[in-house]
């Protein structure tokens, strides 16, 4: 086949990939870089025609990426949304491929990526999920190669051969994949390519830390199919040891390998794609700082966790700092994922009709610990098996008309098991019946199970348009009905129970021993809606407003449970249905660029409410054997919830080859109506502690407080944040001439560092005595490296969180009566500890 014919061929499809983004890989576009993300645009090409290597080395700092949130590929400056883009070289460079690093790169993005089930996405302070529902969707959708993900299961992945990563805040759903309310999260792997390439990369890193990436692509028919393999490894010690087990807490090992294939034809192209992550990590942990609080908010005196462990076990009180655990029974989390999905885009006269089929599974067996301290208690997991399956059908307008346009129609059926299983050590009967002389054998080797069923089929039509009125004016509407079906049951029983006493235990215990809450079902018909006007002043300047309507079905509570009052009569049902989540979101900014694109400032006002807001919650209303609430978490809607802030970013391009990017955000996250919150947990006295006849609430109104870590299904919000990055490049010319061979090539070394901060933040709950804050801090990376002008080798040395600051994501401060957990832990955030090593990178071909 000829060369002409090849181009032709390669040109029809660049056409249909425009249109379809099923590629991001046009060249001199500027990224929008919310944050220090990617450096948006090349310097102009230097002038010293002796330095054969600084247009290169120009070349090699920026990333050819573009904005595809409105299914377009369009200069990130021309779209007037909030969107924030991290480009692959940026991603390379700085080796950012989980989801949170990125939070480092991206203005009012959290990911909080605990472990494989409570993993949770927020933006401008709000996930939705934080802690485990496995019958919910997040108000931040995750898209990966145009593939909505649905379970938060689908997060705990690292995304490697990455081409962009875009955040896109506001509601969703005129477009993208299927509703959320808060915004989404668009991630893009790279096509395979018809020139032959393929590259290693090798690291090594502290805790004997190994991570190694392989990438293969070439043609299998020239000019019509293609193929590429990636693959990645990633193993380590852990950044904590376990002194009974010898588990290595927070430990990376896990590998993923990713298959294309990808056909272009006379007037089509075809993306295949397979995809396959395996992990077996101890990282579900959250570690003891200390014993339980002393009084309670009435002024009576507790009893703390170290009396409870000398009355009820005759042990004493040891581990009390997270850094020195002591787990009984401990084992690792094995998580899987498999998926399959399928793009066709067809040129039609001059419209485009794209197809994306695809399949994916989310399966976890956790293995938990029994206890801390050398406690023997119980321990709770969940195992989770998730299949979804997906088609999208769309057909899009060409660009640079009058009135662009792309409609189309969504399908979904998804299927969620969530099998919880408490499982009781030999010294359960004694801690849970308060009773050192209890026998072991009632409660020992038994099991508490619930078995949790969510089942989703959706089905939505949508589309969206642009009215360009004139050369300045613009006007974007968009619309979506969506119809769905959710159905949803829990069925709980207790195993190893053969006697009366056993029975007797177990109630006391579990609260129950038998339910059913039978099959639930909810039909909901929902619209989503966007208007989105735009007014140019000038070619450095773009005004744009929106006002935007979400809205997502009610969730299922896969772990609904009955309620019962302390006589152990019953009461009511949890809901397994919630209510709907609607979001209303308004947007004012503007973007603007100069000194010929060396400059870029960007700024966003937005307000938005959410109504019934889908979140995890705690039922006080089930008592343990004491008279103090069990605190049973479940699925349920807060009546409102308001976000509002202001967001800027820029980049700067003071001198050439260096550039600065930065960022920040002022975020209010705040209840406006949660009049049915659980009290904190020392406003949760037994009756018999009551004072002047007063007991303890059941509930407490939160509404008008921020939003604050310590609340159930929420994780802290940092009212201010701020980043900065600077990358600068400096081409040395061939000085490794002498050696000969493959290292006759120019050189460039290269710098790049990135801090990260964020104010002080709330970890307890409003109204608590025992105020915990999160101070604030700073995360810093930093690089330094040597690389080849024609990229075939590189070497650099880098550092994540260099100055190794701990921080957490959440505190327990717990009653320490019902569980054998110590009740005073931490969670650490990610990227809580430092990481340190080097990096090889060669390009075979």
């Known amino acids: 086949m000829s060369r002409a014919s090849g181009e032709k061929r390669e040109s029809r499809a660049s056409l249909l990939r425009s249109v379809g983004f099923a590629s991001l890989a046009a060249a001199g576009v500027l990224v929008f870089g919310a944050g220090p993300a990617a450096t948006q645009s090349a310097p102009a090409p230097t002038a010293d025609a002796n330095n054969a290597g600084a247009a290169a080395a120009a070349n090699a700092q920026v990333d050819d990426v573009t904005v595809t949130a409105r299914l377009r590929e369009e200069k990130a400056q021309d779209v007037p949304l909030p969107v924030s883009v991290v480009g692959r070289k940026t991603a390379e460079r700085e080796h950012i491929e989980r989801l949170g690093d990125f939070a480092q790169k991206v203005p009012n993005f959290v990911p909080y990526v605990t472990n494989p089930r409570t993993s949770a996405m927020s933006i401008r302070g709000i996930s939705g999920i934080s802690g485990g529902a496995d019958g919910s969707e997040s108000a931040v959708g995750l898209i990966v190669d145009n593939v909505f993900y649905t379970h938060v299961g689908f997060q705990w992945a690292d995304f490697v051969d990455l081409q962009s990563l875009e955040v896109a805040r506001g509601p969703q759903g005129t477009l993208l994949g299927k509703n959320t309310t808060v915004g989404a999260v668009v991630i893009h792997t790279q096509l395979p390519s018809f020139t032959p390439e393929a590259s290693f990369e090798t690291s090594f890193a502290n805790r004997s830390r190994i991570i190694e990436k392989a990438n293969i692509s070439g043609p299998i028919i020239d000019d019509k199919l293609a193929y590429r393999v990636t693959f990645f490894l990633d193993k380590s010690d852990g950044a904590i040891n376990d002194a009974l087990t010898g588990a290595d807490l927070l430990n990376n090992n896990r590998w993923g390998v990713r298959g294309q294939l990808y056909y272009v034809g006379d007037n089509f192209t075809d993306r295949l794609i397979f995809d396959r992550l395996r992990s077996d990590e101890y990282n579900n942990y959250s570690g003891v700082i200390g014993n339980t609080f002393p009084v309670w908010a009435n002024g009576a005196i507790n009893t703390t966790y170290a009396q409870n462990l000398a009355s009820r076990l005759h042990i004493p009180f040891l581990v009390n700092s997270p850094y020195a655990p002591v787990l009984s029974r401990l084992g690792n989390l094995d998580q899987r994922t498999t998926g399959v999905s399928n793009e066709i885009n067809v040129q039609i006269g001059d419209n485009t009709l794209t197809a994306i089929s695809a399949w994916r599974e989310f399966i976890l067996h956790p293995r938990n610990s029994l206890g801390n301290n050398y406690t023997q208690i119980s321990g709770n997991a969940f195992d989770v098996k998730v299949d ?7 057909l899009a307008s060409p660009k640079d008309q009058t009135i662009e346009w792309q409609v189309g129609v969504y399908a979904l059926h998804e299927a969620v098991s969530s099998y919880q299983h408490t499982d009781y050590g030999y010294q359960a009967s004694q801690w849970l019946l308060n009773n050192f002389n209890a026998d072991p054998a009632l409660l020992n080797g038994t099991s508490e199970h619930t078995d949790g069923k969510a089942r989703t089929f959706s089905l939505a039509e949508f589309g969206q348009a642009t009215w360009h009125i004139d050369e300045q004016w613009a006007l974007t509407a968009g619309l979506r009905d969506t119809f769905e079906i959710r159905e949803g049951s829990d069925f709980g029983w207790s195993s190893g129970v053969y ?33 989105n006007p735009s007014y140019k002043y000038s070619d450095n300047i773009l005004f744009y407003g929106s006002a935007a309507r979400g809205e997502k079905s009610g969730a299922i509570n896969t772990a609904a449970l009955p309620v019962f009052d302390s006589k152990q009569n019953f009461k009511e049902w949890q809901p397994v249905v919630t209510k709907p989540e609607v979001s209303w979101d308004y947007e004012l900014g503007v ?28 039922n006080t209303a089930i008592v343990d054997v004491t008279g103090v609430p069990l605190r049973k978490t479940y699925l349920g809607n807060i009546g409102h919830v308001r976000l509002r802030g202001f967001e800027f970013d820029g980049r700067w391009n003071p001198v050439e080859r260096l550039w600065i990017t930065f960022s920040g955000a002022l975020t209010d996250a705040r209840y ?37 870590g310590g609340v159930a299904g929420n994780s802290p919000v940092a009212p201010y944040s701020f980043n900065i990055g600077v990358n600068y490049e400096l081409p040395l010319g061939r000085i490794f001439e002498g050696i000969g061979g493959f290292a006759d090539v120019p050189v460039t070394a290269f710098t790049y560092g990135n801090l990260a901060w964020k104010y002080k933040t709330q970890l307890s709950q409003p109204g608590s005595i025992y105020s915990v804050f999160q101070p604030s801090y700073s995360i810093v990376n930093f690089g330094i490296g040597l690389r080849t002008d024609d990229e075939r080798y590189s070497l650099h040395f880098w550092a994540k969180n260099l100055f190794d600051q701990r921080y957490v994501t959440a505190q327990t401060i717990g009653t320490a009566t019902t569980t054998g957990s110590a009740p005073q832990t931490v969670t650490f955030g990610d990227n809580a500890f430092r990481a340190y090593g080097a990096t090889l990178k060669v390009k075979l071909y």
């Open 388 to 394: 979804q399956y997906s088609q999208e059908v769309r």
């Open 499 to 531: 006697t009366s006493a056993q029975a007797a235990a177990m109630q006391t215990a579990a609260g129950t021993t038998f339910f059913d809450t039978g099959g639930r079902k909810a039909t909901r018909n929902s619209l989503s809606g966007l208007v």
């Open 591 to 618: 973007k603007t660029n100069w000194l010929d694109n060396k400059l870029i400032l960007n700024g966003n006002l937005y307000w938005n409410d959410i109504y019934d807001f889908q979140s995890i919650l705690v």
């Open 672 to 708: 406006v109506n949660y009049k049915n919150a659980a009290p904190p947990p020392d406003w949760t006295w037994p009756a018999s502690l009551n004072v002047n006849g007063v007991a303890a609430p059941l509930s407490v109104d939160l509404s008008g407080q921020r939003i604050t």
